[in-house]
């Protein structure tokens, strides 16, 4: 249970890690309380089921102070290391596969601005004629419509 409390404090480390090396405006960022907390319940279920698997289910009340005690050793001991370690892996990992999706999802954005400036520049006559009647002809049926009503 300490080795777990060392893991989950490598885990909740890196998960923070990862969260602010994106960017300020990204979404991961802006919906960080809930990413973690969603992590923290993920390792309470994973430390629950390490339980079941290790003991068949029985938990005693050392079992969370065990744990407890791993996340003081991560932090005491372990914190600087691992986390130069994490760095390294988010650098070598996160940040290349972060820019690759953002490239991504410019280009696409790119292509479709050039297909709607492409539609609007063959719509374009289509306006220009719509507007040239609706200014003229659209008007003068109006008129007489309007003047025959008052006859």
């Not at 919906?31 to 079941?52: A, D, H, Q, S």
């Not at 003081?72 to 892996?89: G, P, W």
């Amino acid at each position: 249970m300490v080795l777990s409390g060392i893991a989950v404090g490598f885990i909740i480390d890196s998960v923070r890690l990862i969260v602010f090396s994106t960017p300020k405006r990204s979404s991961l960022r802006r919906w960080m309380m809930v990413f973690e907390l969603l992590t923290w319940i993920l390792l309470g279920g994973l430390t629950y089921y390490l339980l079941f698997w290790l003991k068949d289910g029985a938990w005693r009340a050392y079992d969370p102070l065990a744990q407890i005690a791993g996340i003081f050793l991560y932090q005491t001991f372990f914190q600087t290391f691992l986390r130069f370690v994490a760095r390294v892996l988010v650098n070598i990992t996160w940040r290349p596969l972060w820019f690759i999706i953002r490239l991504i999802s410019a280009m696409i954005r790119q292509i479709f601005k050039f297909l709607i400036s492409i539609g609007a520049f063959l719509l374009r006559p289509f306006v220009k004629i719509y507007s040239y009647l609706s200014n003229t002809f659209f008007k003068k049926i109006r008129f007489i419509k309007y003047n025959k009503r008052q006859q």
